[in-house]
């Protein structure tokens, strides 16, 4: 896991080549006024846009890739993404969805951790990383407007 502001000079500093090159494309973007839904932005990348709205934790299930590397990052809004650093014990699992890479549970996961995101603050989630976002800040429901964007970690 990696998390970074693209507001900040140094923000490349440690991250596999083509997430640089991924957070390259989106600083020459006008993050505001992308529109919702997929975006290819090569043969292998693209990236979801959306506009949800934040929950309680006890309503959000927990996420995880097999093959794909998450960069979230949010444009408007603040969120809690929630996350765990322990290896992730799949038989919690529902089963795995391979078209579109993604593995979810409603069980709480160990050692969990929250992260506060705010706009133009990053999260880069590898396979296996189990997260939770759009968990509400301070109680409080927002909107938001993010994108995610998925890179095969094949790529890296």
Same mark, same amino acid.
């Given at each position: ?18 997430? =640089? $090159? #991924? ?9 505001? &006024? ?5 975006? %290819? +932005? ?26 794909? =590397? $998450? #960069? ?9 993404? &929630? ?5 992730? %014990? +799949? ?46 800040? %301070? ?18």
């Amino acid at each position: 896991m990696f998390i970074g502001n693209l507001t900040n000079l140094d923000y490349a500093r440690g991250l596999p080549k083509v997430i =640089i $090159d #991924v957070c390259e494309h989106l600083k020459t973007l006008n993050l505001a &006024e992308l529109e919702n839904g997929r975006h %290819d +932005l090569t043969d292998d990348i693209y990236m979801n846009v959306m506009s949800p709205e934040t929950g309680a934790s006890d309503s959000k299930k927990v996420e995880l890739h097999h093959d794909y =590397i $998450d #960069v979230q990052l949010l444009i408007e809004g603040a969120e809690n993404i &929630e996350y765990g650093i322990a290896t992730p %014990d +799949l038989s919690l699992y529902e089963e795995y969805h391979a078209d579109d890479d993604y593995q979810l549970t409603a069980s709480e996961f160990a050692d969990k951790n929250t992260i506060l995101m705010r706009p133009n603050m990053f999260v880069v989630f590898l396979p296996y990383e189990p997260h939770k976002p759009c968990v509400n800040v %301070d109680g409080k429901v927002a909107k938001l407007k993010k994108l995610v964007v998925k890179v095969p970690v094949k790529l890296l």
